[in-house]
T-cell receptor, first 113, second 111 residues
């Protein structure tokens, strides 16, 4: 069974479109994250939710809006996509008692044309 | 903001050789982690370190939490082809579950 899953795996879209990436974890964790990995492989946290509440919100454009319908899901919606949004987006989860050991999903490669 | 610098940036080694890489920070962390990322996959946790000076092993991997709490080291002994990938260090101050990742060390192993 996949611990942290993301859909889609690949996403190719035009500039200006709106798209969503979904994430689900079956580990029973209560904290979930979104990271962005750029072309140089640099990983940077974007958002974190604990028990459906936003606890980390890094300097991310307002076009990015995370939504957590329940503890097992954290979706990322992106409005008005720009070329610079092209990257690999990783979802991760952890248990708040051991917040430092995060389990990552396989990533979603977003390409904006 | 905090930055974690890893060195070397990349390494090409022969199978069977030992590998050393390090990670340095401009500020103190309470936890150091080492992850490995295979192509097309997400990072996978290798070793977690929680105390300054701690030395922890996981098979052929050994990592150390620096005494100053501003650095960490990872050693891989007797490298094999499946060790190929990008190795990331990550640090946490324990605040709001936030991890800061290093710049990565890309490892290539030749036969």
């Amino acid at each position: 069974d996949t611990a942290v899953s993301q859909t889609p795996k690949y996403l190719v879209t035009q500039m200006g479109n709106d798209k969503s990436i979904k994430c689900e974890q079956n580990l029973g964790h209560d904290t979930m994250y979104w990271y962005k990995q750029d072309s140089k492989k640099f990983l940077k946290i974007m958002f974190s939710y604990n028990n459906k509440e936003l606890i980390i919100n890094e300097t991310v454009p307002n076009r990015f809006s995370p939504k957590s319908p329940d503890k097992a899901h954290l979706n990322l919606h992106i409005n008005s996509l720009e070329l610079g949004d092209s990257a690999v987006y990783f979802c991760a989860s952890s248990q708040s008692g051991s917040a430092d050991t995060q389990y990552f999903g396989p990533g979603t490669r977003l390409t904006v044309l | 903001g905090q930055q974690l610098n890893q060195s070397p940036q990349s390494m090409f080694i022969q199978e069977g050789e030992d590998v050393s890489m390090n990670c340095t920070s401009s500020s103190i962390f309470n936890t150091w982690l080492w992850y490995k990322q295979d192509p097309g996959e997400g990072p996978v946790l290798l070793i977690a370190l929680y105390k300054a000076g701690e030395l922890t092993s996981n098979g052929r991997l050994t990592a150390q939490f620096g005494i100053t709490r501003k650095d960490s080291f990872l050693n891989i002994s007797a490298s094999i082809p499946s060790d190929v990938g990008i190795y990331f260090c990550a640090g946490s101050t324990g605040t709001a579950s936030k991890l800061t990742f290093g710049t990565g060390t890309r490892l290539q192993v030749t036969l």
